[in-house]
């Protein structure tokens, strides 16, 4: 669902046309492109589209050799269960990038949870690190 911001008229929004080119105005405008909002998603977490996606998450946790989280603030306790449930965060290393990490007391509460070694780089300045490695 898209949660739109004050001032943003709904008929500005779109939905996709079922495997066709362009869009199609509605009054129920959405999207599951992504979620936003703590309370309203978790309401949407039983929905067929996002089932297959968090079992698609589910399994790249449990084969992942390490996690890297970017752009998360780590309030989401849906996706901190998933995170502690399916990652092996007490055999594998994990990291979190937040230019902003130690001023987060959610996102730093959650990375000392999941021993995350903290990047406090821009998601710029951490992409130039890793394509100089």
């Known amino acids: 669902m898209i949660k739109v911001p004050y001032g943003i008229a709904i008929d500005k929004t779109k939905k996709q046309n079922n495997h066709r080119l362009g869009y199609i105005e509605d ?7 992504f979620l936003s909002g703590t309370l309203s ?3 949407h977490y039983n929905d067929s589209f ?4 968090f079992n ?5 946790l449990k084969k992942a050799e ?3 989280i970017i752009g998360y603030g780590g309030r989401d ?10 990652f092996d965060y007490r055999d594998k290393p994990s ?11 959610d996102l730093k ?4 949870t999941i021993g995350a070694r903290p990047i406090e780089k821009s998601v710029s300045e951490f992409q130039e690190i890793i394509w100089k490695n």
């Open 56 to 60: 698609r998450f589910r399994q790249n």
């Open 66 to 68: 390490c996690l890297i």
């Open 109 to 112: 509460r959650f990375g000392e």
């Open 95 to 105: 990291f979190i990038v937040d230019p902003f990490y130690y001023s987060n007391e």
């Open 50 to 53: 996002y089932k297959k996606l």
């Open 77 to 86: 306790l849906g996706i901190n269960k998933y995170i502690l449930d399916y």
């Open 27 to 33: 009054w129920i405008e959405y999207s599951h492109d």
């Open 41 to 43: 998603k978790t309401h």
